[in-house]
Structures are given as C-alpha cells and as structure tokens.
C-alpha cells in the first residue's frame, strides 16, 4: 500500500494525539494520579509485563525497591477506574496500587475492608466456578461451607493413613534410588501431587512411581505457573485453555500432560455424574461433599464446569506451594550441621525404632520440626505475588485514602520478610520460633494468606510437612548435591 506524505502526516498526528491523550488520562487526570511511582509504570502496563513475563517473575524483588523509594504504597499500573450504576467495571488485568506494610496486608485480606476479588485478574487461572476463582465473596462462601469439613483437623487424622502411604512409597523410591543424585524438587512435587489426588479424589495419577520423578503431568503443570502470567498480561491468551487437543499438540506439546490430565479428571467426574452409586466405593472425597444433598442443603447441585474447575484448583493449590516449602526447607537444614544435627536429634529422640511408624500427632508436638516447618514456610512464601482486590467503598488503607474501584494488593513477602518483624529475615533461623516473644510472630506468618479467603487445605497442608521431613530426616542421610 502506497501512503501519499498527506497520509503519512496524518497518521503521526493520530498517533502522537493518542500518545499526548494516554499521558493527560493517566499522569494529569487518572483518579490515582497524587500517587507516588515510576512514571513509566503509571503510563503503561509494559512496566509489569517487562518484570513478571521476560525477567522470570522479578517483579517481586523490583517492588521492593520502588518501595525503598516510593515509600509505603507504591502506583504501579495505568490500570483506569470506572464506576458504573451497579458494579466496577475495570480494564487492564492488575494491581494499581501495591502496600508494603504488614497492617495494610491484614487490612486488604480480611474483611477489614470491603474489598472483592477482581475478576480480570482471576480469569487467567481458568477455574472461575471454584472456591479460589469465585469472585463474588457470596459464592465463594458456600463452595468454603461445603468444602472445609473435608479439609479440617478431624478430616485430616481421619484419613492420614493415605498421606502416610504416598510418603511411604517416597521413601521406598529414594531408597531405590539413593546410589544417585535425586532431584528433591520433583520428588516433593510428586508426592504433594499424589497425596492431593488421592486425599480428594480417591485416585491418584502415580507420579512417585514415575523414573526421576519426572512424569508429564508434573512437568506440565511446571510449565503452566509462566503461561498464567503470560494470559494475565495479554488476555487474548486466553484461547489457549480452549485449543482442541490437535492444535496443543502441534503448538505447544509441552503442555499435553497438563491435558491428559484435564481429561482425566473430566472422565472422573462424568462416571460419578452418571453413577453416584460409585462414590460408596471409596473414602469421602471433594465430590461427596459438592453432590451430597445432606451437604448442599438448599444449594444448587454443581454443574460439570464447577466440579472440574474445583478439581483443577485444588490439584494446583495442593500440589506447588506445599512442595516448594518442603524443598526450600530441607535446602537449608541440609547447609547448616548446626540445625541439621538439632533436627535429627530431636527427631530419632521421638523416634526411637525407625520400622515403626509415628502419627502426625506426636510429630506436631515436636517443638524443633515445628520451629523447622515455620521458617521453611515463611522462606518459601507461598504465592508471592499480590493478589488483587478492588475497593468496593471508598476508604482508608493504613492511612491512605483509596477511592472506589482501585485494585489493592500487598505481596505476602512483604510480610514474611519484613526487618521490623523479623530480624534477618533472610536467613533461615528456626530458633526464632522458640524464644519467649515467639507467640507475637504466629499473625505475621501469613504463608496461606488470611481472612475469608485464606488457602482452604492449610490443614492439609501441615500434615504432609510434617510426615515428609520426620520420614526423611528419620530414614536418610542426605546431602545437598552441586546445588545453590
């Protein structure tokens, strides 16, 4: 196409007056414009994209620093605020405005504040009829009710045996392996992925027994965590939860595991759709509680949708953040003699005949372990990034006034790692646990988050800690190998 200078003129004058309009509507003019923060970040989302999708998630550590400079809240989207008649209509898919500090953190997840879910954001996860991407704080509340008597304490005893036999067969897969280095990380993946499949399930996809602990479904959901933050970015992305099977398989076959695994899942609930019979086959699991009338009371029966996106969350939820504690846990007792030796010692005390096995009941009592499991926790952080929630009113968070339809976060490191609550908060120092004043810190380790929406399986969650590391320490001596 051939442009005369006319033409050519007339499209610079479009583009620079589109140019000269972004920087009036989001420096001069945006409701957040008295807000401290980089300029580039205020003007477009490119400034996150740049961090969180080509620097490998960075933008953790970078908000640390804009908030060295920028102080306690920090603008770091161009994010637009729109209020409609009846709801808060947003574009753009993240956090406006990110906290830095440990009471806004308690303010914005809990019901401190009237805050809800942003649901642009949520939608990149693709498990939007489950009780993490219900974005309506009613809903959200039901699925809880229905689901959190299967994940509590007396649920948890009830069925440890089934944790226990997964963090068996871990053992027996080590102990075969043992003459070889072993990729602890994929070993932990394996079994927190085995324990949730078959704590909820009643069916487990096998991946201890996989060699190297490297079966396809483990290494497509390693590969799924970068393509959410991709779709949060550049929703059009979206289309990729959607491909038929052909088309993923041509396009991006790293992530067939993930696939076969949707459909097993989906085949799962299908025959129990078809045949409720076939739940009394097995121990109660997530669908007993979401089809039983008893538990439903005057609930809706859930759709196909639901039970799959919930079957999905939990398998996610239940397999990363636990696992990553277990590993960054055992990296750093395994670098210090000095927490190895007060570990083990404490362990084989309580543990006197390694052959017989010893409940999670006695293992929780074991101050040492416990202390261990917390500093491995907060270290890990769970999910680091902020999770958005948008101002339904406005108000005042730690001292600063939000209006109505600004997305708030606070990233939970800025909490587990905060100098004012703990001293080096880099270092990993189980001792900090067990001091006099340690009973302050319980409310800042905020792993699994707080409030209403806090992670459902924490008890769970526990419970595999505890196991792992007391089977592991108690049958193993281990050394890090070649490993930073």
Known sequence: MVFHLGSLQVIALVFISYVLYLVASRLLFHPLRTFPGPKLAALTSWYQAYFESFCDGAFVDHLERLHEIYGPVVRI??????????????????????????????AIYSSQVKCKKDPKFYVAFNHDESSFGYTDPVLAKKRRDILSPFFSRRSILGLERIIQSKVDLLVTRLSEDCTKPINLHFAFKSTTMDVITAYCYARSFDTLSHPDFTHPVLLSSERAVPMITSIRHFPTLQILH??????????????????????????QIEGILADPGSLDAFHDTIYNCLLSPEKLKSQQVPSKKSLLDEAQNLLFAGTDTTSNAMTVGFFYVLNDPAIHAKLTSEIFAAWPIKELPVSYEVLEKLPYLTAVLKEALRMSAGVPISMPRVVDTPTYIDGVQVPVGAAVGVGCTFVLMNKGIFSQPHSFRPERWLQQESQSLEKYLVPFSRGPRSCIGMNLAWCELYLVFANLFRKFDMKIHETR
Do not use: C, D, M
Request: cysteine-free.
């Open 77 to 106: 989207n161009p994010r637009e605020v729109k209020k409609g008649s009846s709801s808060i209509f947003l574009i753009f898919t993240l956090v406006q405005l990110h906290f830095s500090t440990p009471q806004a953190y308690f």
């Open 242 to 267: 959607h491909l038929p099977e052909w088309l993923t398989k041509l396009l991006n076959p790293e992530t067939l595991g993930f696939v076969e695994l949707r459909k097993a899942l989906l085949a």
